[in-house]
């Protein structure tokens, strides 16, 4: 007889295992549904997690993708540690691109080394402003995080629409609703010679550490962790909890601006109407996926930009459309959320005698 | 502004307002037994794709709304399971259910994006609609709108005057001593869920059927999320649901509004309008933070678990 | 298997009923019965199996082996609408009713179809009922608006609709004042009289042997002895209960605190919760080496006081609380405890304790003093001071590495006062410190605040236990819907006084009327 028994303290052993699990699970899920779709469920495999890490353009292609999906995550995973749903990494980002985009293109004639580090900045900004106000909305009004950030994400998205088809268009480009390409002086610099793996990549590579330290070795991120956790526990102790969700609501929109303004700046070079594929969304499987955990995230957001290099080789050599990706998304969330069921409970295979203990 | 003017403008609202009714209404029957479902918009979505799909490949628009409320109900089984079974965390599940819906009806609506079909076509109610101004505004819809006038008086008499809603509302106010009584606590989670989801795909159908009618990625955009605002707005009562319902169709439709007024303001700017007006009317509302912790149920969001009782 | 001749004359009769938890077995070969009209009473420590019995007999708990005898008849109770549809009622210790629903709703969701239906006007039959019993209890309103000892008359009133023929209550007592104690044991006397067995749970050995006709006492899930109260000694009960090695609680000294520490000067703060209470017109002083107890039933401000001092209210109350004649009603929790004051929660796990955070985590909850040097925090000073209180406390776990949850009740609290007393508090306000915890730990626990006091301490104790606050306090009052009485020595007064300042005797009629 198998019974399920209430665990006496959490399982560490399941909380690392149970999103290796999920995603040997969805990869399971894949090939079901690719054998049902007429598809070879091993080539679709090898197209979807191989085929990106096959050649060096494909890898860095890869890095390029990881880039702003972990910078989102990041900054998703502190404040999912402090119990704040923020669904806003989308908007954010593409503030953070609108902005920087719009101060790249009024120094689109400097040649000063202080361009670039202006529009970084500028996109930095941008992307805390957009973070600002959902929290301020919530700490005075106490409206609720999940759907003011989600409604600033659309508000974002239709600025940047309106941006592009209006006072940013570039004059000179036949009515496509585009900015003009940013100058030299304000595009990150490539750390290879061919490929596009840019700055931006080695910043998120160090947001992400530093995180960690602020999340495991400062009292700091000792309150937020105890903020999230227990607010209770937390008023109780006198942790400044407003205090606590400013810094992590302007972290995560600095990071997620960070991620827009190095797209705009690096691979992408203009403002464009459609700048991220969803990187703000799929960032929040990356975060449960990394166990909110910031060097966790480091693993997920690789994984997460493999799928995503995957998806796009996919239409090309086997002609599924590129929305596999997000379902794929859905289901891993799905079974992560499942598995971590048994970091909390076990099964027991046990006889009908009862036990002494 | 002349009254033919008007009595068009409101006959959109009314048309546009009436997949938020839908949705909102399941919607808020799973809140006042406890259950936040954060799926709304990929519940949604995968209504509008599969009702669409049916609709397309039978030729009969009844069995794609059919296909869409079953769908519905599908996607919402997963997210109660994980929640209710599997005690997982319910903001967590329904942004999955909505990132999965999402990606999924991408997926599945890929081959038909574009086709269209013949929807459900207006039903003109004799005598009624002859009133003057008000007739041509509630009674020259199609079938779907008047359904969701009868849903809307029949989840207001279940939700206020029946045994049912008595057993619903003590749920969602405290799942503990439901069980404790002896009411089924997971069984009515279960049942609100499934409503919820059902009503969801009812929504979507209604959006890719009626309202535009075709299938387009993503074509909800963002109408299950202002549905959940929606509830809140309302306090969980189903009048002021209807009533907000019909004010977001009315902001929905403001940029035509305009247009006909003769003023020039970038679509673009416009369409941000309802995202704005939600914002809005959330500050208001739950600036008021007491009444609104008086009015919510009680225990929505909260997980309950029968094992860990004892 | 033999039947025993008495089952039939038996109400109910429990065979050997086991229930197995993880780590720990609740009951454990468990046999006893009850005859038509029999009150009695069930007795046990915290942890000795009662609630966990009593559940199965309701249904909400299923045994692992044993069965259950009605009226002569085995049956299978699998859910409390079995055990109803038997003529089983039962009153939880929490109350399992919905605040924002009317007396009558809460009745009828207890209700089969079929009962309702035969039922033809329910809210005059609670009307009539009510009265038959001298219940007062009005069908219309809102269970918000009762007082704690009204609700458990809906409870009552639940199972009485139903015409109940065993009515089991779980600590019925603990949460009523002295007089309303006295009511509810009316009601009982004539419910048995009429042939309704009742099965009292309760470690107040005075009321068990007031009314009860038997007694079974369990310890560590067993059945210690069955007898009949009226001819054992409180003190032979007793011993049953906690076992011949516990020391008892002895009567402590009286001290008579010196200077003033903290006052509270007409603290008046309206409700932040709906179904809150708002405090009006507080008025104390606290003196360093004194304890100041605060009786009351709960839901009567107790909360909400707490909450004011420590400053986790978070809203400014100025000019309204002093600590050493400083205005700390602008400063939050933290800087309060900057100033000396510390904090022993009612809620130990949520509150006092994160639950899936560590012991060592835990300890920097409260206290950081020396542990933080440019922000990061030397986390193997924080272990070792974590040690040191386990060490001190004599805290039973498997280590400063365990999750608080994983330690039981009396554990934790005896490990959250050490973290507290550590502090060196010069105030110390202290919610309930013995709730739920077993006779060693909370003898501990007393000792622990009495040494503090000795040294000097101000300590604030508030508790729904009018016997642990005679034991231990030095001065005394009550609380009743927000006000706060006269504070007397106790050893000037009795639980009889007290007991109507809990009902609320001192408020003027003046103060009432405005309500």
Request: charged share 15%.
């Amino acid at each position: 007889m198998i019974r399920i028994q209430a665990r006496v303290e959490q399982s560490t052993l399941m909380k690392i295992a149970s999103p290796i699990l999920a995603i040997i699970l969805t990869l399971i899920f894949s090939s079901v549904l690719f054998s049902t779709l007429g598809k070879d469920p091993i080539q679709a495999m090898h197209v979807l997690l191989i085929a990106p890490l096959s050649d060096l353009y494909n890898i860095g292609e890869m890095f390029v993708k990881m880039g702003p999906l972990l910078l989102c995550a990041v900054g998703l995973s502190l404040c999912y540690r402090a119990n704040l749903w923020n669904i806003g990494a989308e908007g954010q980002l593409l503030m953070g691109a609108l902005g920087g985009g719009a101060a790249a293109l009024a120094l689109i004639d400097s040649t000063s080394i202080f361009a670039l580090p202006i529009a970084i900045l500028c996109g930095v900004v941008s992307g805390m402003v957009w973070a600002a106000f959902p929290t301020y909305l919530k700490l005075k009004f106490n409206s609720n995080l999940i759907l003011t950030t989600i409604m600033f994400n659309y508000i974002a998205l239709y600025l940047l629409l309106w941006a592009v088809h209006g006072p940013l268009r570039d004059p000179d480009g036949y009515g496509f609703p585009e900015s003009a390409l940013f100058s030299d002086a304000v595009t990150l610099p490539v750390l290879f010679e061919d490929g596009r793996i840019h700055l931006g990549i080695v910043l998120a590579i160090i947001s992400a550490f530093a995180a960690w330290i602020l999340l495991n070795k400062s009292h700091i991120g000792f309150q937020i962790r105890v903020f999230g956790e227990d607010e209770p526990a937390a008023r109780y102790a006198g942790f400044n909890g407003k205090k606590l969700s400013w810094t992590v609501m302007l972290i995560a929109g600095g990071l997620a601006g960070l991620a827009g303004v190095a797209e705009v700046t690096g691979p992408i070079g203009q403002l464009i109407p459609s700048i991220s594929p969803g990187y703000g969304y799929s960032a929040i499987i990356v975060a449960y996926l990394g166990r909110l955990h910031p060097l966790g995230a480091l693993l997920s957001a690789t994984f997460m930009a493999v799928l995503y290099m995957g998806g796009d080789l996919a239409q090309i050599e086997i002609g599924v459309p590129t929305a596999v990706v997000g379902m794929f998304q859905g289901v891993l969330l799905f079974f992560l959320l499942a598995c971590d069921f048994f970091i909390r409970y076990r099964l027991t295979f046990i006889s009908n005698q009862p036990i002494q203990e | 502004m002349d009254a033919e003017l008007l009595s068009q403008i409101l006959f959109s609202a009314i048309k546009t307002g009436t997949p938020l009714l839908l949705i909102a209404l399941g919607e808020v029957i799973c809140e006042k037994s406890g259950v936040l479902n954060l799926g709304q918009e990929g519940m949604m979505l995968m209504g509008a794709v599969v009702g669409f799909l049916a609709a397309y490949s039978s030729g009969s628009v009844g069995l794609g709304v059919l296909g869409a409320i079953i769908i519905g109900m599908f996607m919402s089984l997963i997210f109660a399971f994980l929640v209710l079974h599997l005690g997982a965390n319910q903001v967590a599940t329904g942004l999955a259910l909505t990132i999965f819906g999402t990606g999924l009806s991408a997926f599945v609506g890929s081959d038909v994006v574009g086709q269209t079909i013949q929807g459900f076509q207006p039903i003109i109610i004799p005598v009624l609609s002859d009133i003057p101004f008000i007739g041509r505004i509630l009674f020259t819809h199609d079938l779907l709108v008047y359904v969701s006038f009868a849903l809307a008086a029949l989840v207001s008499y279940v939700a206020t005057k029946t045994r049912i809603g008595l057993i619903i509302k003590a749920v969602g106010e405290n799942p503990h001593a439901a069980n404790a009584i002896g009411i089924k606590v997971l069984k009515v989670r279960y049942l609100a869920i499934m409503f919820g989801g059902g009503m969801a795909g009812l929504s979507g159908a209604y959006m890719s059927l009626v309202y535009t009618p075709m299938w387009i990625e993503n074509m909800t955009s963002g109408r299950g999320w202002i549905a959940l605002a929606l509830v809140v707005f309302a306090s969980w009562r189903v009048g002021r649901i209807m009533l907000g319902a019909y004010l977001f169709g009315l902001a929905s439709i403001m940029h035509l509004v305009l247009q006909g007024m003769g003023w020039s303001i970038s679509p673009n700017l416009l369409a941000m309008l309802p995202y704005v007006a939600t914002v809005v009317v959330m500050v208001i509302i739950s600036a008021d933070h007491f009444k609104e912790k008086l009015l919510a149920p009680r225990s929505l969001g909260k997980p309950f678990d029968p094992r860990q009782m004892a | 298997m033999a039947i025993s001749t008495d089952t039939t004359d038996c109400r109910i009769k429990l065979e050997n009923i086991t229930k197995q938890y993880p780590g720990c077995l609740a009951n454990d070969n468990i046999s006893l019965s009850l005859l038509p009209g029999e009150i009695h009473a069930l007795l046990g420590e915290n942890g000795a199996g009662k609630s966990t019995l009593v559940k199965t007999i309701y249904g909400v708990v299923s045994p692992d082996q044993g069965k259950i005898i009605w009226d002569g008849e085995q049956v299978h109770v699998k859910s409390p609408s079995d055990a109803r549809d038997l003529g089983i009622g039962m009153v939880f210790q929490h109350f399992s009713l919905f605040e924002t629903l009317t007396v009558s709703e809460n009745i009828e969701l207890c209700l089969s179809k079929k009962q309702l239906i035969a039922i033809e006007n329910l809210p005059e039959k609670i009307r009539n009922l009510s009265k038959a019993y001298g219940l007062d209890v009005d069908p219309d309103r809102y269970i918000h608006s009762l007082s704690i000892g009204e609700r458990q008359r809906v409870e009552i009133l639940r199972c009485l609709v139903q015409s109940v023929k065993l009515l089991i209550l779980d600590e019925p007592t603990s949460v009523l004042t002295p007089q309303e104690v006295a009511n509810l044991f009316v009601v009982l006397n004539k419910l048995s009289a009429e042939g309704c067995s009742i099965l009292f749970i309760s470690h107040k050995l005075h009321e068990v042997t007031e009314i009860c006709q038997k007694a079974t006492i369990l310890r560590g899930g067993k059945v210690i002895s069955t007898c009949s109260p009226r001819e054992e000694s409180p003190s032979s009960i007793a011993k049953m209960m906690v076992g011949d090695l516990a020391e008892q609680d002895a009567g402590y000294s009286k001290k008579e605190g010196s200077k003033v520490i903290f006052q509270a000067k007409e603290l008046n703060l309206p409700t932040k919760q709906p179904f809150g209470t708002e405090l009006k017109k507080i008025n104390f002083d606290l003196k360093a080496g004194e304890i100041l107890g605060i009786a009351g039933v709960a839901g009567n401000g107790q909360d909400e006081l707490m909450a004011a001092i420590s400053g986790e209210d978070g809203r400014l109350v100025n000019n309204m609380l002093f600590l050493n004649q400083q205005d700390i009603g602008k400063l939050d929790a933290g800087e309060r405890r900057q100033l000396g004051m510390a904090n022993v929660p009612e809620e130990r796990l949520g509150r006092g304790a994160v639950p899936e955070m560590s012991l060592t985590e835990n300890t920097l909850l409260t206290q950081s003093k020396g542990f933080i040097s440019n922000g990061l925090v030397n986390w193997k000073k924080v272990q070792q001071h974590a040690q040191k209180i386990i060490d001190q406390y004599k805290v039973k776990c498997h280590g400063e590495f365990s999750d608080a949850k994983s330690l039981s009740g009396g554990n934790l609290q005896k490990f959250i006062m050490g973290r507290e007393i550590g502090q060196n508090p010069i105030v110390l306000i202290c919610a309930h410190p013995t709730w739920g915890v077993d006779v060693g730990a909370a003898l501990s626990i007393h000792q622990s605040l009495l040494k503090l006091r000795d040294e000097g301490a101000a300590i604030l104790l508030v508790s729904e236990d009018i016997d642990e606050l005679f034991l231990l306090a030095d001065r005394i009052g009550a609380v009743c819907d927000g006000h706060l009485s006269p504070l007397i020595k106790t050893d000037e007064t009795d639980i009889e006084q007290i007991g109507l300042w809990m009902a609320g005797s001192f408020i003027p009629e003046s103060l009432e009327a405005t309500q």
